[in-house]
């Protein structure tokens, strides 16, 4: 046993003390943010180009006021979506940068020399032959198992989110993404037609050729059926929305929390632990009965 656990802390030791470990959790850190910072973007790029459309509603009266009210329409519920969309994938980046925070924090110098000292005299302990049983020596192996936790559970964590990622949610996330950023692309286009008939309507003049221009708009944009295009795709981005919202809130929310209520049960645990019993008969009852033998 006593070799068990000195070897189990010297491989502590060695992760503690090299950066590669830290450098891939950060690494994972990073992408993790820059997800959440690319539909954050997208979710404020969307909430803009609505507000374009919904703003140019008056310039088209009376061609356009069918199609602009319409659009308006079909919108504003999905203007609502996306606002809260945006709130809460400003929330996910906070989340995650926080973590990178605790990364961070994990693998700083006063943390490795910590942890060394503890390894040190915890193993001195281990494998000296004098040293009696007492609240100290409970104290120093107690210490070992929180800079331990506090070392490496960050890291963990971050591990475990990642493997849940790209194992499970990875495909959804990218294509929800992908059908959300087509939505917005359909909505730029037909900010970008609307802004077309206003600078056309402003140069030919309000009542010129106002009968043949009525048809003529009608008949370029296909009113009836844009819309039902429109609808469809805001139908299916607004689902598409929910699946982000479910995705980053499990992996920006949910699982931070449970992070850190596993964290904080595993330090009430440690300081509850009685250790007294077990190291009096795994380490210095063995010894006592390896001096007896020797004798």
Do not use: C
């Amino acid at each position: 046993m006593k070799v068990f656990i000195s070897v189990f802390m010297i491989i502590v030791l060695v992760l503690s003390l090299s950066f590669e470990v830290d450098k891939y959790a950060l690494s994972l850190q990073d992408e993790a943010f820059n997800r959440a910072l690319v539909s954050f973007g997208l979710a404020k790029g969307l909430n803009a180009v609505i507000s374009l459309l919904q703003g140019t509603e008056l310039s088209f009266t009376p061609i356009g006021v069918g199609l602009n009210f319409s659009v308006g329409e079909v919108l504003d519920p999905f203007n609502d979506m996306v606002e809260r969309f945006s709130w809460i994938m400003l929330a996910a980046t906070v989340s995650i940068g926080i973590q990178k925070i605790i990364l961070t924090l994990s693998a700083t110098l006063f943390m490795q020399v910590a942890l060394t000292f503890s390894v040190g005299a915890s193993l001195f302990l281990v494998w000296s032959k004098t040293i009696q049983l007492h609240s100290f020596t409970s104290f120093i192996f107690k210490s070992f198992l929180l800079l331990l936790v506090l070392r490496f559970s960050a890291i963990v964590f971050m591990l475990f989110v990642s493997l849940i990622h790209t194992s499970v949610l990875e495909v959804e996330y990218n294509q929800a993404n992908k059908i959300v950023e087509q939505t917005k692309i359909q909505l730029d286009n037909l900010n970008q037609q609307n802004q077309t008939l206003a600078r056309e309507q402003k140069e030919d003049g309000f009542f010129s050729g106002l009968s043949s221009k009525y048809d003529a708009v009608f008949e370029k944009l296909n009113i009836e059926e844009k819309l039902h295009s429109l609808e469809t795709s805001i139908d299916t981005a607004s689902n598409n929305i929910i699946t982000l919202i479910t995705i980053f809130i499990l992996e920006t929310i949910l699982m931070p929390l449970l992070y850190f209520w596993l964290l904080l049960a595993s330090i009430k645990y440690i300081f509850r632990l009685k250790l007294d019993t077990y190291l009096n008969k795994v380490l210095y009852n063995s010894q006592n009965k390896l001096n007896k033998g020797l004798i």
